[in-house]
């Protein structure tokens, strides 16, 4: 993997088991290491973090010095929390040899501590809009020399409600930046966003808006809401079931399905906005490490989470944006491998499975009602080696076991 990159990054890329780029890192790193802007449309799994923060760590290694106190030279701008502390890890496994530095500015972490390490001035600083802002506002960061922006999640971060602090956020910078807007949709926010930011970008586009990975095996279960417990304790239960992420529509339901997972004799730990920074990082790292199999997270951590060796995706309810479907499941099937996405749709939310259906133009739903205790798994047509899960419960198939297996191999050889 070369694209034009200095030694020390591609050393640090065949440490970190990257070798061949992905396509948006194929069709982005190039013009950004040019200084052009660009608009990037990727959906989530496609080695988009990459593809922003190696042109960075190439362009401040290649023009020395270092930020004054207070100041930032490079501004990766996200909307959740989660986001960030995977950024600025993807950023030192990255850096090399570079010596180039970053600072993580959030919610939920020690206000005075940030304090004090802006007050050296830092390389890359990776920032949520609330508390950057804050300590904008207060006089503890200045960005008039910050010379190059990134946007990723623009399209989570206008949901969010951030359009108003972003843009006063970019208007801080220098007036001769650089500026990447990378985004999973197009809405027309989205649009009128890019507009206001970039300069003659480039305009990468590897996914249509709302198409799913190709290699997660999609099925959805018409079932009796009150079976839900059940039946994902069955699903839980498999032994070829790797590491899971249950996806709820509230915090209160991630608490209640994490409490109810516990009762029926599984671990789980549960992340959401009510939870404090310290306490989500230590369920994320039990959970990447190994330790915990089964995370359950509301949507909050949707677009957040990239843990390796995800097999599973459960839906235990259907979200009420079609677009958080896709990238529910996008945390599965990354990098080219394998996965398995299970969507407990009950009849009240047949709706919602409806609008899924229509954004990613698939036919998800099978053509029967369910009766109490039937689990009729549908999916859309997949390739004949794509193995399913059965809807009646009990142990996976050896299709579907081999097909795990599979999965697991597959994550040894994939790409960035």
């Known amino acids: 993997m070369s694209l034009g990159l200095i030694d ?14 992905s396509p948006i890192q194929a069709n982005s790193i190039g013009p950004q290491i040019e200084g052009r802007d660009i608009l990037a449309l990727a959906e989530t799994g496609s080695g988009k973090t990459a593809a922003f923060v190696l042109p960075v760590l190439q362009d401040l290694a290649g023009n020395g010095g270092r930020a004054r106190a207070k100041t930032a030279r490079c501004l990766i701008l996200v909307p959740t929390r989660e986001l960030a502390v995977q950024i600025e890890d993807a950023a030192r496994r990255l850096r090399g040899t570079t010596g180039v530095s970053t600072l993580l500015v959030l919610g939920g972490m020690s206000r005075p501590g940030q304090i004090r390490a802006l007050a050296r001035g830092v390389d890359i600083l990776i920032a949520t809009p609330g508390r950057l802002t804050d300590l904008m506002q207060s006089g503890h960061v200045r960005l008039d020399e910050t010379r190059t922006l990134i946007l990723d999640e623009a399209d989570r971060m206008l949901d969010m409600g951030f359009s108003r602090q972003v843009l006063a956020i970019a208007r801080s910078l220098h007036p001769r930046r650089r500026t990447a807007l990378f985004s999973a949709t197009m809405p027309e926010s989205v649009s009128t966003l890019a507009a206001a930011l970039l300069n003659d970008p480039v305009r990468v586009e ?5 198409q799913t990975a190709p290699r997660i095996e999609q099925c959805v279960e018409l079932i009796a809401k009150k079976d839900k417990r059940e039946r994902l304790a069955e699903i839980l239960s498999q032994p070829d079931l790797d590491r899971c992420i249950v996806f709820t529509r509230t915090k209160r339901g991630a608490d209640r399905v994490t ?5 029926d ?3 789980a730990g549960a992340i959401h906005g009510d939870k404090s920074q310290n306490a989500r990082q230590r369920v994320l790292t039990a959970f990447r490490g190994g330790k915990l199999r089964v995370l359950v997270a509301s949507d909050i951590a949707a677009r957040g989470i990239d843990v390796p060796g995800i097999s599973h995706v459960i839906q235990y309810e259907m979200p009420d ?18 996965g398995i996405a299970i969507a407990l749709c009950s009849e009240e939310e047949r709706d919602k499975l409806r609008a899924v259906e229509r954004l990613t133009k698939l036919s998800l739903a099978p053509d029967v009602e369910p009766t109490p205790r039937a689990r009729m798994a549908g999916g859309a047509k997949q390739p004949a080696n794509k193995s399913r899960v059965p809807a009646t419960g009990g142990p ?15 994550r040894r050889r994939s790409a960035a």
């Open 8 to 21: 020390p990054l591609r050393d640090a890329l065949k440490r970190a088991g990257f070798h061949q780029p």
């Open 259 to 263: 409490e109810n997972l516990a009762k």
């Open 321 to 338: 944006e079609p677009e958080a479907y896709v990238h529910r499941i996008g945390r599965t099937g990354r990098n080219g491998t394998d």
């Open 396 to 410: 996976l198939s050896e299709n579907a076991s081999r097909g795990l297996r599979t999965s697991r191999r597959s």
């Open 265 to 267: 004799g599984i671990a």
């Open 206 to 210: 590897v996914a249509r808006s709302g």
